[in-house]
């Protein structure tokens, strides 16, 4: 939702709420005003989450795979490198790679 639309203009679902569950005038469940600042801090806190669960899958990967192992006293290595080291797609491991950088 873009900074400039507001909960009520989104399209009330069959039976009269919105798909966001709030009701066609805006209002949460229950008659309360929706605020939305609220909801979009709370959305913000599971996306942080949601990142957190990918960064520790990855790590997870990475030691289950032998990523970490290979790469420890290698010096530098490429995904291709890596990838041969230790017998997995080097696409795969460059995607992993990004996904360690950017952690």
Do not use: C, I, N
């Amino acid at each position: 939702m873009s900074s400039q639309a507001s909960a009520a203009s989104v399209e009330p679902a069959p039976g009269g709420s919105a798909p966001d569950g709030s009701a066609p005038d805006g209002s949460a469940p229950g008659g309360a005003p929706l605020d939305v600042d609220k909801v979009r801090r709370f959305a913000l806190e599971v996306w942080r989450y949601k990142q957190g669960e990918m960064v520790s899958l990855m790590v997870h990967l990475g030691d289950r795979l032998g990523l970490y192992r290979a790469m420890a006293g290698a010096g530098t290595l490429d995904a291709s490198q890596l990838a041969q080291v230790t017998a997995t797609s080097q696409r795969w491991v460059h995607e992993w790679l990004l996904s360690q950088a950017a952690a």
